[in-house]
């Protein structure tokens, strides 16, 4: 009898300890389940329950008793919090207040809640992972951003605001001055559409559903508007970002920075801000890939008598050398350098890599308007050799 009857303390002190955690468990504040700050907006409230609920469903935990619980705990707290009444009935009375108004905040089974979250799956413990939900996304926003020739060959930092809007500060999306201040609409019963028959002919119907006239189809109708944004939900700003454009990055290149575009209630997570590189034309030179091309004008004498010179880069501090001592340079004519062309960009890091293009440098000569009579017979007599070589090969033709 000792025996049956210690065995019988022991089972109540374990239903009482059990029935105490879940109590605990059950008293935890929502926020603080979702891991959200009370003034939460919704795509917070949202983008938290997805990411817990994945983490700890019971199709990845299968034997894992505390992440079931910790599933179906995510399941209830989002159940209220994503409710807009329920909320605010939360927020001013507590769970008590809930159950007090007839909402109460148990009894909804956590799959059901996560296949409407998801658009199916759950259903009792079914597996959801051959696929994830994507957060919707918003637009990007494009800017093109002119940068020179000089700016891509040495890398550059450009200091950019950008304008754009974000969720009201004090109403955080919602377009009311309050939470107490957002109804269901009583037009559509909180369903944001309205079903209307139209007859076609007697005895014929056709029935049409089309958005709430009256919520425009949100479901929620706004008592006063917020009195900063006047009810838009977002209010626009300005804010500064700064775009480092790496030595060879080539033209129309793209460079994002991702969920800095608008924000807006409609949707999970911003876009991107895109720049798009585009090169000023430069007066000197031009760029082919990697490779540069220069125009280079020379003199007759240096055309014909061979020359050394230089020329200063488009870093402004690097002296190139231009030599073709002894030799002729016919108009038009080609010289290569070596790894004087634009820096190697790797596109898959964004880096700049070791090694350059080529400079060609495209010569044209520069004549005289005219020759004195003098300086015409003295020209006649020096290349007097090269004339009569030149008609030999003429008259050979």
């Not at 979702?34 to 019971?58: D, E, F, M, N, W």
């Not at 199709?59 to 992440?67: I, L, V």
């Not at 550059?156 to 950008?162: A, L, M, P, Q, S």
């Not at 009311?176 to 079903?195: F, L, M, R, W, Y």
Request: net charge negative; glycine share 10%.
């Amino acid at each position: 009898m000792r025996v049956q009857w210690y065995a019988y303390l022991a089972f109540c002190l374990v239903v009482a300890l059990l029935g105490w955690g879940a109590q605990a468990t059950s008293d935890r504040d929502y926020y603080e389940v979702l891991g959200v700050k009370p003034s939460a907006t919704q795509q917070q409230i949202k983008s938290a329950y997805r990411k817990l609920s994945i983490k700890y469903h019971p199709d990845k935990n299968p034997d894992d008793a505390n992440a079931t619980s910790k599933f179906s705990e995510l399941a209830e707290a989002y159940g209220i919090l994503s409710d807009e009444e329920a909320r605010r009935k939360y927020d001013r009375f507590g769970k008590e207040g809930l159950n007090e108004h007839g909402r109460g905040s148990g009894g909804a089974d956590p799959f059901d809640i996560f296949a409407q979250f998801f658009g199916g799956g759950g259903g009792g413990g079914g597996s959801f992972f051959g696929f994830e939900q994507q957060e919707t996304q918003g637009p990007d926003l494009h800017i093109p951003l002119e940068v020179t020739l000089a700016e891509l060959y040495m890398g550059h930092t450009v200091e950019y605001d950008v304008s754009k809007q974000v969720l009201c500060e004090h109403c955080h999306g919602s377009g009311a001055e309050n939470p107490s201040d957002i109804n269901t609409c009583t037009s559509c019963k909180g369903q944001g559409i309205k079903v209307v028959q139209q007859m076609l002919m007697p005895g014929f119907y056709q029935t049409m559903q089309s958005p709430c006239d009256v919520c425009s189809g949100t479901g929620k109708v706004i008592g006063t508007k917020c009195s900063r944004c006047h009810g838009n939900k977002v209010e626009r700003t300005n804010e500064p970002l700064t775009v480092e454009i790496t030595a060879g990055m080539p033209d129309r290149h793209r460079i994002a920075f991702e969920r800095h575009a608008d924000h807006s209630p409609e949707w999970d997570v911003p876009g991107s801000v895109v720049f798009h590189l585009r090169t000023r034309p430069h007066p000197r030179f031009t760029r082919d890939g990697n490779d540069l091309h220069l125009n280079y004008t020379i003199s007759l004498l240096q055309a014909l008598s061979g020359f050394e010179t230089s020329f200063t880069h488009l870093d402004k501090t690097t002296r190139v050398d231009l030599k073709r001592p002894n030799a002729v340079t016919p108009p038009g004519f080609v010289q290569k350098i070596k790894g004087q062309g634009m820096p190697h960009f790797e596109e898959h890091s964004g880096v700049s890599a070791d090694g350059a293009g080529d400079l060609y440098v495209h010569y044209t000569v520069e004549f005289p308007e005219s020759v004195t009579s003098a300086n015409r017979a003295i020209l006649k007599t020096v290349l007097s050799a090269t004339i009569k070589a030149s008609n030999a090969i003429h008259d050979e033709l």
